[in-house]
């Protein structure tokens, strides 16, 4: 799996419904998604690493973001 664009990210957003903030950072509006879908909102939460989401869209985002912090 590829890691998503923030445009990619967005369209998903208005996909699910999610309402966007303007300047809302990419893990807020991902955890926003992730609760829409009725999932935990666990993105880079520094579980990666644990995560038993193996096929998880957002799996390659999530370790990047954890690995940049």
């Known amino acids: 799996m590829k890691t998503l664009s923030i445009t990619e990210i967005k369209k998903k957003a208005r996909d699910q419904g999610v309402a966007q903030l303007k300047n ?3 893990c807020d509006i991902i955890r ?3 609760a829409a ?3 935990p909102q666990c993105f880079a939460t520094g579980i990666s690493e644990t995560c038993p989401q193996e ?3 957002w799996r390659p985002d999530c370790i990047e973001a954890e690995v940049s912090k």
């Open 24 to 26: 809302a950072k990419k």
């Open 37 to 39: 879908e009725g999932n």
């Open 55 to 57: 096929k998880c869209c």
């Open 32 to 34: 926003s998604i992730q």
